[in-house]
T-cell receptor, first 116, second 113 residues
Framework: DAGVIQSPRHEVTEMGQEVTLRCKPI?????LFWYRQTMMRGLELLIY????????DSGMPEDRFSAKMPNASFSTLKIQPSEPRDSAVYFC??????????????FGQGTRLTVV | AQKITQTQPGMFVQEKEAVTLDCTYD???????LFWYKQPSSGEMIFLIY??????QNATEGRYSLNFQKARKSANLVISASQLGDSAMYFC??????????FGAGTRLTVKP
């Protein structure tokens, strides 16, 4: 398996522009996480999907952030409008969840976002 | 709310020595999983080891072992025979009830030659 695939790997955009980050989870996995990593705040969970349904989006910073999972093989994280403070590495991770088990998540390579 | 605490921002170890990275957690859910991840300077997140709350024995994976003390709510990572390639950030994480996975602040390990 190719693992979790994120695109783009690097994104530089101007403040105010829309940014879309993409994630393809591992085939067969049914849960997906989006994380943001910064020096100041560490690894923050933004949103968690199970079977394409958002289960916990309490970590989404504000209305400028939105995430979708239209099917089991694709998810997007959109920031509109982007701000310099959104600069971070964004990770997507997926896992195969089974009832009663707490399984490990496998991470993509991350997208390094710079908003200037 | 669950909480993961890693109290060591940075650790140093001599090559070939063992090192313990601390992790404590807080949860009221009887079913939870504890995880350790490694993040080298290249940035990827690498899964190392898992311990389930109902597991009777401490988890081991090669040179990695997890010192699980349930009553104390600690899940320390032990790396034996440290190698230069072990220099990285190490994150402890927890999932409870099969829900979202949250991470501690991390420990930066430096292995000295």
């Amino acid at each position: 398996d190719a693992g979790v695939i994120q695109s783009p790997r690097h994104e530089v955009t101007e403040m105010g522009q829309e940014v879309t980050l993409r994630c393809k989870p591992i085939s067969g996995h049914n849960s997906l996480f989006w994380y943001r990593q910064t020096m100041m705040r560490g690894l923050e969970l933004l949103i968690y999907f199970n079977n394409n349904v958002p289960i916990d989006d309490s970590g989404m910073p504000e209305d400028r952030f939105s995430a979708k999972m239209p099917n089991a093989s694709f998810s997007t994280l959109k920031i509109q409008p982007s701000e310099p403070r959104d600069s971070a590495v964004y990770f997507c991770a997926s896992t195969w969840d089974r009832i009663g088990l707490n399984t490990e998540a496998f991470f993509g390579q991350g997208t390094r976002l710079t908003v200037v | 709310a669950q909480k993961i605490t890693q109290t060591q921002p940075g650790m140093f170890v001599q090559e070939k020595e063992a090192v313990t990275l601390d992790c404590t957690y807080d949860t009221s859910d009887p079913s939870y999983g504890l995880f350790w991840y490694k993040q080298p300077s290249s940035g990827e997140m690498i899964f190392l080891i898992y311990q389930g709350s109902y597991d009777q024995q401490n988890a081991t994976e090669g040179r990695y072992s997890l010192n699980f003390q349930k009553a104390r709510k600690s899940a320390n990572l032990v790396i034996s025979a440290s190698q230069l390639g072990d220099s990285a950030m190490y994150f402890c994480a927890m999932r409870e009830g099969g829900n979202d996975m949250r991470f501690g602040a991390g420990t930066r390990l430096t292995v000295k030659p």
